[in-house]
């Protein structure tokens, strides 16, 4: 019997699409606390800043004691590890490091390759060679480092162009103006080959919202693992930011076809900055936590209905400490409530959420 196509990942949501995947998360969703405590637990964990977690000690017992991973938020960039060509300023990442193994705590290292968090040098970088000779060392000197210590690296982050365009999949990045595309590969192969346990991951953002952008970076992720894959180069992972908008729906189905799609290429998911940027949703704080935890709760009850995710990290635990405060400063000056804790480290609703997928606290 001719079997029906299989839905692409990629097709626009009809409307029967719609009604059927909502009836379908309302069943899940009614059902998702049971299912959540019928399935494997998934480690959870925070990105760790180096200066509050020197200056704050309620920020390291938090770190340590919510936490099954740490990653550390900005001391393995270029920026933290390179202030200039000759040498290499470990001393932060040293100190999480060490904290995370002194407490059991898994690792993830974030990012071996960035456009971003630069060192004025490396911006300079003006050929190929110059590029992929400074990219292949950094990689061979941070990564062996490591090894055996940080198990999982964000190999690159954030290569796919924010908005694709036909021709333009890849950000316009130093590694990109460079090298072209094969930046990408050049990373992985190295990481690689210096770790060859490590898990290797391609982290960015934005795989959640329902329009077509959102649907061309699911296909760009999906052609990046595949011309890796077909090149025989290790690729284990994508990591799905999840830096979530309060006023944005998810796309449930899109994202869990995405999912699925990556499985079949024996590639997995990991949550790597989950937070909630809720600038656009009234001041009331109930009212922000109650949507904030519902947000939350929608994205991971649909990622791990298709495939539990290897890890759920939050970028940070407590509302004190936030990028999003800069970022996205709220019209009424009320402080941004993005994390799992309040500024006063008390679990909100988003940690019930939360604790609902992740190993069991003893
Ligand atoms: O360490 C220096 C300090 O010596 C100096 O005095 C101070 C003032 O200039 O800057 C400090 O460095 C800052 C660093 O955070 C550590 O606090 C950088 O200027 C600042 O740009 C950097 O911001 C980080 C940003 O990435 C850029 O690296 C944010 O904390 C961090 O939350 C954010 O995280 C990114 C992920 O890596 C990738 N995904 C998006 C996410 C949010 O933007």
Known sequence: MNEPAPP????????????????????????AS????????????????????REDPLYRDALKRYCDVIV????????????????????G????????QGNGQA??????????????????????????????????????RYKGRIATWDVVNEVIKFEPTPGEPMRDTIWQRL???????????????VDPKARLVLNDFNFEEPNAGVVARRQIALDLVRRLKDKGIPIHGIGMQAHLYAENPIDTHGLQLFVEALGKLEVDVEVTELDVIDWK????????????????????????????PRAIVT???????????????????????????????????????????????G
């Open 8 to 31: 692409r990942y990629d097709a626009p949501l009809t409307r029967r699409d719609a009604l059927l995947a909502g009836a379908g998360l309302v069943a899940a969703g009614l059902t």
């Open 34 to 53: 049971r299912a959540a405590a019928q399935r494997a637990p998934i480690p959870f964990g925070s990105a760790a800043q180096i200066e509050t977690f």
């Open 72 to 91: 550390p938020m900005n001391d393995l960039k270029w920026e933290a590890l390179r202030h200039d060509r000759s040498r290499f300023d470990f001393s």
């Open 93 to 100: 990442a040293d100190e999480l490091v060490a904290f995370a």
């Open 107 to 144: 690792l993830r290292g974030h990012a071996l390759l960035w456009g971003e968090a630069l060192p004025p040098w490396a911006k300079a970088m003006t050929s190929r060679a110059e590029a992929e000779r400074e990219l292949i060392r950094h990689i061979e000197v941070v990564v062996d």
């Open 179 to 193: 090298l072209g595309p094969e930046h990408v590969e050049i990373a992985f192969r190295t990481a690689a080959r």
């Open 281 to 308: 949703l009234p001041a009331d704080a109930a009212t922000r936590d109650r949507a904030a935890a519902s947000l939350v709760s929608t994205y991971l009850n649909a990622v791990t209905t298709a495939r539990p």
């Open 315 to 361: 970028w940070g635990l407590s509302d004190r400490y936030s990028w999003i405060h800069e970022t996205f400063p709220r019209r009424d000056t009320a402080k941004a409530r993005p994390l799992p804790l309040d500024a006063d480290y008390k679990p909100k609703l988003m940690m019930n959420v939360l604790n609902r997928y992740r190993r069991s606290a």
